[in-house]
């Protein structure tokens, strides 16, 4: 099931020079607009930059920055550990016919683009509905162009997107967990 999933969206690729560079672009170059995009987000959206006191407004924001960066940089770290335990091959070093539109070394589980992208998105899902579930969307197009350029499978992808989100989640209900008051 994997290989026919993976085969339907990279046959998308090599058909049409315009398709190709839409699915490089989504792939290689979205993946740094949306970083861009998230921290403009969540540096503007609460009046940080602006205000007169951005530290007073970084810390009245502080548990949800903090479950940000936490999220992200928790669900990069293992990734990379997953990566190197499982150690599973990307799809042109499986299928010789396939051929790459980007260059990309390394394991292929989980897709640490898929990964990094959900955990990212969730936090801001959690907060804000409304911009969290475009940041989603955004991440799974970047997801999808991975396969489309032949350089993840699509369970690289799924389990990147249930890494970064579990890890989010997780995270925010420790992270964010009411504290009990004992009588």
Same mark, same amino acid.
């Given at each position: 099931?994997?290989?026919?999933?993976?085969?339907?969206?990279?046959?998308?690729?090599?058909?049409?020079?315009?398709?190709?560079?839409?699915?490089?672009?989504?792939?290689?170059?979205?993946?740094?607009?949306?970083?861009?995009l998230?921290?403009?987000?969540?540096?503007?959206?609460?009046d940080?930059? /602006?205000s &007169?006191?951005?530290?007073?407004?970084?810390?009245? &924001?502080?548990?949800?920055?903090?479950?940000?960066?936490?999220?992200?940089?928790? =669900?990069?770290?293992?990734?990379?550990?997953?990566?190197?335990l499982?150690?599973? /091959?990307?799809?042109?070093?499986?299928?010789?016919?396939?051929?790459?539109?980007?260059?990309?070394?390394?394991?292929?589980?989980?897709?640490?683009h =898929?990964?990094?992208?959900?955990?990212?998105?969730?936090?801001?899902?959690?907060?804000?509905?409304?911009?969290?579930?475009?940041?989603?969307?955004?991440?799974?197009?970047?997801?999808?162009?991975?396969?489309?350029?032949?350089?993840?499978?699509?369970e690289?992808?799924?389990?990147?997107?249930?890494?970064? =989100?579990g890890?989010?989640?997780?995270l925010?209900?420790?992270?964010?967990k009411?504290?009990?008051?004992?009588?």
């Amino acid at each position: 099931m994997n290989d026919k999933i993976f085969f339907f969206f990279y046959d998308l690729a090599h058909k049409s020079v315009l398709f190709d560079k839409a699915a490089i672009f989504t792939a290689e170059i979205l993946p740094y607009i949306v970083l861009l995009l998230a921290a403009v987000f969540l540096l503007f959206h609460h009046d940080v930059i /602006p205000s &007169k006191n951005p530290f007073r407004e970084l810390a009245g &924001k502080r548990k949800e920055i903090f479950l940000f960066f936490v999220s992200v940089f928790s =669900a990069w770290f293992l990734a990379y550990l997953l990566k190197y335990l499982a150690r599973t /091959p990307r799809p042109f070093e499986v299928f010789h016919q396939v051929m790459p539109l980007i260059s990309e070394s390394g394991y292929a589980f989980p897709s640490g683009h =898929a990964t990094f992208f959900m955990a990212l998105a969730v936090p801001i899902f959690l907060y804000h509905r409304k911009i969290g579930g475009v940041f989603i969307a955004l991440a799974i197009f970047i997801g999808l162009a991975r396969i489309v350029v032949g350089v993840h499978s699509p369970e690289d992808i799924l389990g990147g997107f249930i890494l970064g =989100a579990g890890i989010a989640y997780i995270l925010s209900q420790i992270l964010l967990k009411p504290v009990s008051k004992k009588h």
